[in-house]
């Protein structure tokens, strides 16, 4: 059986991330961040019901460009240490949570397989065709719902199959991994995912020890750190950090740059006939609507941001969203535009913590696009469907994408 986005396991994080209800959260980001670039007071005024971890504290919001960039830009005073009270509790001490020198140490244990010149190898044994494997079962129905069909199970099916896990366990591996970050609002639920996806983990990691193959498993159960092997816990809590990184980021950036060329047919027209700006329209698609919205710090000491002052060990919530919209550095910063001037957005937020998986998740979009445009001509919003719109909160994409095609 194959995960589908209404099944009940996904229905019910998509809900609380306020998927159908919350629509635009922009204005509010936007007037408050020309309050002020930085806002420091109760949680509950910022950030939604699912952030039980942190309700009832004190915290500070970054919001304008510059300040968000400040702060993820500086390890050593907003450290990440703060996510062990969150996501470590089911993830276990990821690099997540690391700060240097240990952050450093760890990253660079995987770091090769992530890495811009290794993209070709994953890009043709696994992206391309997973991707092609999908669009052939849509070959002549002239009609599909991309999210379900599409965008949404085939970046887990890649990630699985970079880890090495066997493609029955993939449906498996996906509730599991959002399982895993419903631990926001489901603590149970979450700790249980921990568990199953550690006896997944340990069931490949056995296999690979008498079996090694060419996947990431191999990688770290091989990896050495001073002369010493990982120990098993260790190995596992870098695949629960690669689960949901691997199943609820690009998934959504995909279907929300899919959603903005839907709904202008003229940029899509236009990178239609000229693929060459496919990457500058993935930039975009990531700048205008971000897929995770907002990420966490801690502040190491009393300290300041434009001129904000912010006490030592306040909980941080950089709100990558906000920054992305900001008007004193993208003119009409609301409109999805592929021809804009590229500027360097926080999607994938900045410094030591710079998403591992950037270049996996460009060259996936990449593919994707490629793909619909040779497989599905005439690819083009169903004009018979209703209200199709981007939701949700913390993490944002559209439920569902009807589309049309010729053939
Ligand atoms: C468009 C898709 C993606 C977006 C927008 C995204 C966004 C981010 C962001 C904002 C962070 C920083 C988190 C923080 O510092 O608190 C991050 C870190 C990370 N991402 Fe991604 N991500 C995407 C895809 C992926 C993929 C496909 C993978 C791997 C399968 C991945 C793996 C990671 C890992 C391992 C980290 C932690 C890096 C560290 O702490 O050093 N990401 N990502």
Redo the contacts with the bound molecule.
Sequence with gaps: MSSHPDDSTFAAFNRMQGMGTVRDPYPEWADLRREAPVQVGDTDRFLPPGSAALMGERIAVALSFDAVSEV?LDGARFP?SG?ARTMGAVMGH???E?DEPE?HRY?ALIQTA?QRKQQQRWEQEIVRPTIEARLERLRGAGRAELVGDLTFPF?VAV?CD?IGIPKDEHDTFHRLAVDLISVAFDPPRGLAASQGLGELFAEVLAQRRRQPANDLMTLLAEAELEGTHLEDEQIFAFFR??AP??AE??YR?SSNLLYGLLSDPVQLDALRRDPSRIPAAIEEG?RWE???TG???TTARDTEVAGVAIPEGTPVHVC?AAANRDETRWDEPDRFDLFRTQRHHA???FG???????H??RM??RVLLECLFERLPGLRMDPEAEDVHISGRMFRSPLALPVVFDG
């Design positions: 993820l990440s996510y990821t690099i997540l690391m952050h990253r992530f970046p990630i970079m950090l690669l990184a691997g980021t690009t950036s990531l971000c897929p995770l990420i966490q710090r990558l999607s994938f937020a030591p913590h710079t998403c591992l998986g950037m996996l998740a996936e979009t």
